[in-house]
């Protein structure tokens, strides 16, 4: 893999930490920027495909109730714990 310089101006106190957390697991600043980036990055493409998922299931018009949330969450921890709910309002496209 081909690797590129980046430069980039930080706060000091952010470059203090970086470098102390550095020290702390024997590696480089730049070694945990990178990885910072890269786990950045992937949060960022997850939460874009949760959304789209999420705003494809939507288009299909089933929801789940306030209601049943509220139930399923409430017996958490209970000996009769809820199973997670199904969708329990229907919506027809139009």
Do not use: C
């Not at 990178?34 to 299931?57: F, G, P, Q, T």
């Not at 929801?63 to 949330?69: C, D, K, L, N, V």
């Not at 009769?80 to 199904?86: F, I």
């Amino acid at each position: 893999m081909t690797t590129e310089r980046l430069s980039l101006r930080i706060d000091a106190n952010l470059k203090k930490n970086l470098e102390q957390e550095a020290r702390r697991e024997e590696r480089s600043a730049s070694y945990l920027a990178v990885k910072a980036i890269e786990a950045m990055l992937r949060d960022r493409a997850e939460k874009r495909a949760a959304i789209r998922a999420a705003v494809s299931e939507a288009g299909e018009g089933a929801f789940i109730s306030q209601e049943a949330m509220d139930a399923w969450v409430s017996s958490w921890g209970e000996d009769s714990e809820l199973p997670p709910p199904e969708p329990d309002v229907h919506i027809a496209s139009q």
